[in-house]
């Protein structure tokens, strides 16, 4: 028996039309009950959304392309899966993050807040991604050998920086519209601020992020 069925209510994004799902029978998603009757997201087809497993997508999220949902993977609220990417086992997609591109989640990672996970970035294990962070190609980040540390309330945009590891070793930061690494943040830092008020409060926070991360220069 299949688990959903595409209902006639559809919405157009970005050029793909999209179908509302209807559940046909009851289930649990990720300690979230799914009844009979129930409608949950977005998909494009039955490709999007895996028949079999517990995996669902709730509220208004929106999956399409060749993007694939299986396993126990939770999307909720208005994240955006999209391109190839993969979602399963028992990752939990949620806020307005968005996946696209060869990008694998899967275990128990978490991503939420406004994250963005590109091209062929892999987030697996116990890994949390939150916040605005921002997980370029080829990445490939597990809470079992990554730190993550984000800061709020920090700068001239009184917003967040995230400072991640990325490939076991390389330190990466997430700050408004910078994406780069550690280095480049700082020299960004420097040029943009000097030894201001701002300056020095992302300073702090590189030095924190270093000794977090037990990390030299």
């Known amino acids: 028996m299949k688990k959903y069925e595409l209902t006639n209510k559809t919405m157009d994004y970005c050029g793909n039309t999209l179908y509302r799902i209807r559940a046909l029978k009851d289930f649990e998603c990720q300690g979230r009950q799914v009844k009979a009757g129930d409608l949950g997201g977005w998909i494009e087809s039955e490709k999007n959304l895996s028949q079999d497993g517990d995996c669902w997508i709730f509220d208004s999220a929106a999956v399409f392309d ?3 949902i299986f396993g126990n993977a939770a999307i909720r609220e208005t994240a955006k899966i999209f391109g190839y990417a993969a979602i399963f086992g028992n990752a939990a997609i949620f806020g307005n993050a968005e996946i696209s591109g ?3 989640i899967f275990g128990d990672a978490e991503i939420s807040g406004n994250a963005a996970i590109r091209e062929k970035a892999k987030i697996y294990g116990n890994a949390e991604i939150f916040g ?4 370029p190609e080829n ?3 597990s809470k079992n050998e990554t730190d993550i540390l ?3 309330h920090i700068g001239s945009r009184i917003d967040e920086v995230t400072f991640f590891r990325c490939n076991g ?3 990466h930061v ?3 519209c910078f994406r780069g690494s550690l280095v480049e943040f700082k020299q960004a830092v420097e040029k943009k601020h000097g030894d201001n008020k701002y300056g020095k409060e992302y300073k702090l926070a590189i030095e924190l992020a270093k000794l977090h991360m037990e990390v030299e220069e």
């Open 174 to 176: 997430s700050c408004g």
């Open 102 to 104: 060869n990008a694998a």
């Open 139 to 141: 990445a490939n980040i």
């Open 150 to 152: 984000t800061i709020s």
């Open 169 to 171: 070793s390389n330190i």
């Open 132 to 135: 605005n962070a921002y997980i």
């Open 66 to 68: 060749n993007a694939k």
